[in-house]
Nanobody, 119 residues
Framework: QVKLMESGGGSAQSGGSLSLSCSVS????????MAWYRQAPGHQRELVAS???????VYADAVKGRFTMSRDNGARMLFLQMNNLKLEDTAVYYC?????????????WGQGAQVTVSS
């Protein structure tokens, strides 16, 4: 059974910092591209950052220079460090694992973690 479980997040003031972790089980972790997405109320889910199996990182323009993503293949963990938080970072953050096997895209999601930024 595949399981992705986010932890961390919570509340912070504008300019503050928060971190997220995602624990993964049930898949061969280092075969999967990992990503963080977020969804704010009334908005579509959007990509925040992704990290490939070779640890190549891609960030959305909105978080570039403020957020840092990393993965620990041995521990099967994904991390997101969020600094200099802005009000518009308020959202539910989701961990995602994606791979293509035998021409089929496999994609798994965590349950989400709330991040709330206040002024």
């Amino acid at each position: 059974q595949v399981k992705l479980m986010e932890s961390g997040g919570g509340s912070a003031q504008s300019g503050g910092s928060l971190s997220l972790s995602c624990s993964v089980s049930g898949i061969i972790f280092d075969h999967y591209e990992m990503a963080w997405y977020r969804q704010a109320p009334g908005h579509q889910r959007e990509l925040v950052a992704s990290i490939s199996t070779l640890h190549t990182e891609v960030y959305a323009d909105a978080v570039k220079g403020r957020f840092t993503m990393s993965r620990d293949n041995g521990a099967r963990m994904l991390f997101l460090q969020m600094n200099n938080l802005k009000l518009e970072d308020t959202a539910v953050y989701y961990c995602n694992a994606k791979a293509i096997e035998y021409g089929r895209t496999l994609s798994y999601w965590g349950q989400g973690a709330q991040v709330t930024v206040s002024s």
